[in-house]
């Protein structure tokens, strides 16, 4: 997964005399280093900020709390999560983290949401709640960000829309390419939700396409390994009695 802002991390003030005379002095452990001409101390893009000193960035810090209070994760399966998607982390760090951040995550989660690539994927599978059979879309991009997860007692193209209209509207724009296992309501769907995406077939087999000058390869094998994963949000969806209140989770 990459972590990336829309917005800056730092400011061009020093964080000790709030002089606007700084230059930038190399980096250490990847971060961005400043030189106040003012007053000579030095600072990073994290000082004075909640994440100085933290390990790790803010991208990965509210990205594990979105799986924990947007999609109810438990802490062990935020954790595992993170862990597969290449961010090893442990379950006593996010329980830290939801209690620290709890209650200005909103407000962190606007300023450190991802910046969702142009190439998304979607797959969905079959799961059982309390009233019966249902469905779970899942929409990430190929970075592994999750854009949308939406619950749905039909696999169809009214469903499968809504699940690209509801990634669409987290990410701002529809994506240039989207990769599916080819299940037939997609081809409606995403000219309704989504028109102009170029629709991809690619399901274990990588499949070479050319995107924006140059060629890249993609399957559905990281999808469908997040699947995997994400049960555990399922099993925490399964206490809830209409799919109107797990999508609200």
Not at 32 to 52: H, I, K, P, V
Request: proline content about 4%; hydrophobic content about 35%.
């Amino acid at each position: 997964m990459t972590f990336t802002l829309h917005h800056s991390v730092f400011s061009l003030d020093c964080v000790y005399c709030v002089s606007s005379r700084i230059v930038r002095n190399g980096t250490r452990n990847g971060l961005q280093r400043f030189l106040c001409r003012d007053c000579g101390r030095q600072f990073n893009e994290r000082s004075g900020t909640l994440f100085a000193g933290m390990k790790y960035s803010p991208q990965e810090v509210v990205f594990t709390l979105r799986l924990r209070f947007t999609y109810k994760l438990s802490s062990r399966e935020a954790s595992d999560i993170m862990a597969e998607m290449g961010h090893p982390l442990s379950r006593n760090t996010v329980l830290f983290w939801a209690d620290r951040f709890h209650d200005g995550f909103h407000e962190l989660e606007r300023r450190y949401r991802p910046e969702y690539s142009r190439i998304w994927h979607v797959d969905e599978f079959h799961v059982r709640l309390r009233g019966g059979k249902a469905y779970v879309y899942v929409v990430e991009d190929d970075r592994r960000n999750i854009i949308a997860i939406e619950l749905t007692e039909r696999r169809d193209r009214d469903a499968t829309a809504r699940a690209l209209r509801k990634a669409k509207a987290e990410a701002g724009f529809a994506p240039d390419i989207l990769v599916s296992d080819g299940a037939p309501a997609y081809p409606p769907a995403i000219a309704e939700a989504v028109p102009g995406t170029r629709h991809v077939v690619a399901q274990f087999k990588g499949t070479p396409v050319s995107h924006r000058g140059r060629l890249v390869t993609v399957s559905n094998n990281l999808q469908e390994r997040l699947n995997g994963t994400i049960r555990g949000w399922v099993r925490t969806l399964r206490g809830f009695k209409s799919l109107e209140a797990g999508n609200r989770a």
